[in-house]
């Protein structure tokens, strides 16, 4: 029954954790207002009530908790299951039971009681938990330290990117198609990894960042090209470099279980306008299936 609630919610939240995603994309997202009526039983005549000291049956694990703790934050999800105007089942020692994978609910316990927060390996997992039982500010706090405090660093990079997850999807895709046509252990792509969104050329050094450089749109057409490669990243406008990005992709890609390495094999030579050509650095994209 509360699967179905936290389903809910994550779906009112507009799909809190894709892994993404995707795979474990992180997502930082608030819940919407609490939707319960279509998943907790409403009791249609007296207000259940509760023992001050409630035991819980949470997917299998037990924990014993004061109802006052549970009810700490008066719009989550877990004091709207004990404000009395539900019916919650137990089990077979009379246990409210949760249908919840029941590992880190005790880190969410702690949180209710007295404020400490989980230690760092933990706080992925307990902010999925967060998001499931509705606690916005266990939420806010987890997403003000490590690792998630980088992690909105990280993707405030990637938000720059354009097209930066479907690129993602379409290394993968390509990789599968390859080494299954090959028959093969891993496939190899080439990718192409740019900052700049057109190139300088060695005439424009001396008016480069300067209020007489500028290019008119007939030169700017000149220097518009896709190099051939598999995928292309880029361009972006920001400190972080093409290492930075590569990281990143090593870090989504590695998420998603899958094993890749990558070195520079040169860079497009592609002629774009008098003795200038394109410098954008190619790199060799390895992708191991098995």
Known sequence: MVVHAGQQLMENSNNAMSTSNAGDEFSFIKPDSLNTSSVLHPLK??????????????GGMYYTTRLSTLRRFEDSMLAVMFSGRHRIPK????????????????????????????????????????????LGPLQDTLEEVQPL????????????????KENLER????AKLRAMQRKARFAKLKICVYKEEMPITPYEYPFF?????ERSESESKLFEHHCEVD???GPWDAVADVYDLL??????????????????????DKHLINHYYCKRPIYEFKITWW
């Not at 009379?94 to 316990?109: A, E, P, Q, S, T």
């Not at 405090?149 to 930066?164: N, S």
Request: aromatic share 12%; glycine share 6%; hydrophobic share 35%.
């Open 91 to 134: 089990d077979t020692e009379g246990r409210y039971f949760i249908d919840r994978d029941g590992k880190y609910f005790g880190d969410v316990l702690n949180f209710l009681r007295n404020g400490d927060l989980p230690p760092r390996e933990h706080v992925r997992a307990v902010y999925r938990e967060a998001q499931y039982y509705s």
């Open 171 to 174: 290394i993968i895709e390509i």
């Open 209 to 213: 960042n300067t209020v007489r450089f």
């Open 247 to 268: 990281h990143c992709i090593d870090t989504d890609l590695a998420t998603r279980g899958i094993t890749v390495e990558h070195q520079c094999i040169g860079v497009c």
């Open 231 to 233: 995928v292309s990243f």
């Open 45 to 58: 005549d007296n207000l259940e009530e509760f023992p001050e000291v409630v035991s819980l049956n949470v």
């Open 149 to 164: 405090a980088g992690e909105k660093v990280r993707q405030a990079f990637l938000d720059l990117m354009p097209y930066y």
